[in-house]
């Protein structure tokens, strides 16, 4: 990686990491819980969060000497919001079942707390370059939660992978039952709460008192 | 009359923001160590979505929906301003805010210290924003359903932090396995509660 300072490389894996968006910073938790019944659309929320935090890392660093700081947030907000905005028109005309399923999630990337918890702490003071590659690792940071969360949910709770049935047939006939309550909300809930606890248990550091 | 007393029910218990949709959840596991402060920026949070919510819906029905332009002028009938939804609704979202936070920094400055960060933050608030869009999917008839949805909502969030702010305030006594506590615990509460309030499923006054 000769091309990137060791601090561009570090700014894009902590957030993969140790320092991981969901799980530790507790941001962006809403619409990760609420995207994760089916694999598909946790997938393509990921990659939008994804696209819209790098761009709007770049844009803010960019900005970041013009911007007064009594109106930033403001102008933070416009610009996530065009972004989004963008992100929706594409969806709609590319893939109009997902952004169906999404239905006001794609709108609520808006409020995200990743966005705008990772423009003010990080875009503000730092350079685009190192700024996109913090957007980029923290959306891959709550992808992979994202992602971990859809795969146990449509494992379990309809036996699916990507729609595609994948616990044999020969289970449900000797009994084996899809457990319903891992489509319903409050599963989604249990399980983060689960991941925080493997997590925490494997870094002693990050327990609270 | 009963359908807004419907819509007023459903959107507490049935609908609620943190337990059916998760909107609004990094406030509500940041701000909800002790009843006090919880209580407080239930009541704005509350407050904010009684007002932009039917503002919003004014907004959507004249300004931005296709064809929403014809009071002006009948060459205007085609024009489609929809996408510019989300801007228009952060926009007016932001500036209620600003509001909001002047009154209370000058009413009650006791809670403005208390809340602080969280009080300008209530614009990223995803409850906020997700009531204004749930309100324009669920396509209300008039302004009154409007401004009773926003109301409820509110009220549904501010019972929902209200209650696991009760529930941290005591838990902090009790042996929790270390990894657990503080965040992991109250996921799983909020699990559990969650799975209470799926009871009131079905409930149609």
Known sequence: MSIFSSTTWEAFTRPLGKDNPVTTQILGICSALAVTVQLKPAIVMAISVTAVC???????????????????????????????????????????????????????????????????????????????????????????????????????????????????????????????????????????????????????????? | MENILNIFVKSIFIDNMIFAYFLGMCSYLAVSKTVKTSLGLGLAVTFVELITVPVNYLISKYLLAPGALAWLSPSLADVDLSFLTFIMFIAIIASIVQLVEMIVEKYA????????????????????????????????????????YGLGSGIGWLLAIVAIAAIRERIKYSHIPAPLRGLGIAFIITGIMAISFMSFMGIKL
Not at chain 1, 165 to 187: A, K, T
Not at chain 1, 194 to 209: D, G, L, N, V
Request: glycine share 8%; net charge neutral.
């Open chain 1, 54 to 209: 790098a761009c709007s890392n770049i844009v803010i660093s960019l900005l970041r000497k013009y911007i007064p700081t009594s109106i930033r947030i403001i102008v933070q907000l416009v610009v996530v919001a065009s972004l989004v905005i963008i992100v929706d028109q594409i969806l709609k005309a590319f893939a109009y079942d997902v952004s169906k399923q999404l239905s006001v999630y794609v709108g609520l990337i808006i409020t995200n707390c990743i966005l705008m918890g990772r423009l003010e702490a990080f875009a503000m003071s730092n350079s685009p370059l190192d700024s996109f590659m913090d957007g980029l690792g923290n959306g891959f940071g709550y992808g992979k939660i994202l992602i971990i969360v859809a795969f146990l949910r449509e494992l379990f709770g309809s036996g699916n992978l990507f729609g595609l049935q994948v616990i044999p047939q020969s289970f449900y006939e000797v009994g084996y039952m899809n457990n319903g309550m891992m489509i319903q909300p409050p599963m989604a809930l249990i399980i983060v709460g689960c991941i925080i606890w493997f997590i925490r248990a494997r870094h002693e550091e990050m327990q609270e008192k």
């Open chain 2, 109 to 148: 400055p006791a809670l403005y210290n208390s809340l602080g960060i969280f009080l300008p933050l209530i614009a990223v608030n995803c409850a906020i924003m997700g009531a204004s869009l749930f309100m324009q999917e669920r396509a209300f008839a008039n302004v009154a359903e409007a401004a009773v």
